[in-house]
């Protein structure tokens, strides 16, 4: 009988988890359909959006116009986190993500922590983007209609509302779209991506008509500490890096095209978020942004005059939300797919549809919840507390190529760390940094939610868990059978 600390720290080896999830044979329990731009498309469907369409109404009257250096930091945090994603991912790919690389680095309660930082990531990320998304689908009714929702129904009860109906609506959507099958829904995705893209370039060009350099004359008046705080609240915005992870066991080739598609979803998010906040803050002052309903379509109606720049921008972010969201909620079932195999959490949540080969009740559980989240919590709250997941799980992932260099050094690498050990390093000192400059109350939830985690653990994970007791699962299960 192994003792607790060999319990805990017990590592899945690498191998395992490749012949149960088909990553070296291109099968999969899941339907291996996604190519490298749908996987990019991942990506960037996830970040771009929440960051750029929602949270500068938060980050601008925290750092003033310096919120740009707020996104070049996270940016740059994320940049280091990206480069060790791309070769984990290369290395391990299987569907749990950051989880998995836990697993197998660090063991499995350190994993089980990580898989609970996962779920405040992805859950709580696609609760807030949804009410976001009711923000400007408001704005849109409103410029094509003269028309909009009322307040009570969409409005969490502490912004004196009853429900956000509209968010939980989103969430619906996004729930039937996942269960008709993967292949549908990431290629709905990467044409929702293509939209985005577009809206946001045409911000970017109307937008510079409105520049003033006077509104970024007091460029820092909260000092470096504001600065920070906003880059921990912008930096759950970066979350897509994690979600191309997730999509593993359904990618085609995922030794070489899971490296690629993180690293030009970094490229292509970064510059286009630098350049749409600076043409944000320079086009109106700091206090216009607070309490901003739909800021970016607004500054085009004030530029121009003209309702129909911040119409197109509106339904761009009502395109562009959703395909957030849609991800969001995506990476959150496949997380806990891959915990359940394991026998982390119940095994619900890994029962595959036969026909759409897609986790069904899985799906239905997380959009229920997230409903929920979306329907009565308001954005403010659940933008931090899904920052502190993330630069977590993100800090986990360089770490955990330190380790995996030293215990597992034959794995097939398609894409390695420049600079080793430097930029792991860096990019952990980084998570840190914008850790401590959050606010304590996200902090004191967060430790609760840990505190949580291990209770989870050692009531039901320890002794479900089955590498604990040497079962094997997955693809694996089917190969044992016909021996």
Known sequence: ??????????????????????????????????????????????????????????????????????????????????????ELAGA??????????????????????IGACLLLEWGVAAAAVAVGWSEYLNQLLDNLFGF???????????????????????????????????????????????????????????????????????????????????????????????????AAEEAKNPHRNLPLAILISLVLVTLLYILVTLVAVAAQPTESFRGQKAGLAQILMDITGSGWPGTVVAAGAVISIFSVTLVCIYSQTRILFAMSRDGMVPPLFHKVNPRTRTPVRNTVVVSALVALLAGLIPIEFLAEMTSVGTLVAFGAVSIGVLVLRRTAPELPRGFKVPFYPVTPILS???????????????????VVWMAVAVAFYFRYSRHHSHLGRHEHVGLAVESEEKL
């Open 92 to 113: 391990v790919p299987v569907a749990g993500s950051s989880y998995s690389y836990s697993y197998a680095a660090f063991g499995e309660l350190p994993a089980l922590a």
């Open 148 to 246: 909009r929702i009322p307040h009570a129904l969409s409005n969490a009860p502490e912004q004196h509302g009853l429900v956000n109906l509209p968010a939980i609506v989103l969430v619906v959507m996004c729930m039937l779209l996942l269960i008709r099958g993967a292949s549908e829904s990431t290629t709905v995705n990467a044409i929702m991506v293509v939209i985005k893209i577009g809206v946001l370039l045409m911000f970017i060009a109307v937008g510079l008509q409105g520049w003033d350099s006077g509104n970024l004359q007091n460029f820092a008046p909260f000092g470096i500490g504001g600065v920070t705080t906003a880059a921990g609240i912008i930096f759950f915005s970066y979350i897509g890096l994690d979600g191309v992870a997730t």
């Open 1 to 86: 009988m192994p003792s607790v600390r060999e319990q805990i720290l017990r590592r899945k080896p690498v191998h395992e988890m490749t012949v149960e999830t088909g990553a070296d044979t291109g099968r999969s329990e899941l339907a291996r359909t996604i190519g490298l731009w749908q996987l990019a498309a991942i990506g960037i469907g996830s970040t771009i959006g929440t960051g750029i369409f929602i949270v500068l109404t938060q980050a601008v009257p925290v750092a003033g116009p310096a919120v740009i250096w707020s996104f070049v930091i996270a940016g740059v945090v994320a940049g280091l986190t990206a480069v060790c994603y791309a």
């Open 428 to 446: 952990v000192a980084g998570c840190v940094w914008i850790i401590v400059n959050l606010r304590v109350d996200t902090l004191l939830v967060f």
